[in-house]
């Protein structure tokens, strides 16, 4: 069984998902049966594990540093 508080982490730091997207997913959890938990950890599981979104979350903590010391 797939811990939810785990699952709501996942879901907001989601780089692949919209704003709309996470507030979606994060309002049907608690309806979801075990099954469709576990698909949903399994997709998160394998997005973040894609080679280009590491790439994207060290170009966004970069940008993020840049506008730190521009304001």
């Known amino acids: 069984m797939v811990d939810l508080s785990l699952l ?9 998902l919209t704003d709309a997207e996470r507030a979606y997913w994060l309002a049907g ?3 979801m ?3 469709q938990v ?5 997709i998160l599981d394998r997005a973040r594990n894609i080679p ?4 994207l979350q060290k170009t966004v903590a970069t ?3 840049v ?5």
Do not use: V, Y
């Open 63 to 65: 940008l993020a540093g």
């Open 29 to 31: 959890l608690a309806r």
């Open 38 to 42: 576990d698909r949903l950890k399994s």
């Open 8 to 16: 709501q982490t996942m879901i907001r730091e989601s780089l692949l």
């Open 52 to 55: 280009w979104n590491a790439a």
């Open 67 to 71: 506008q730190k010391t521009a304001a």
């Open 33 to 35: 049966t075990p099954p």
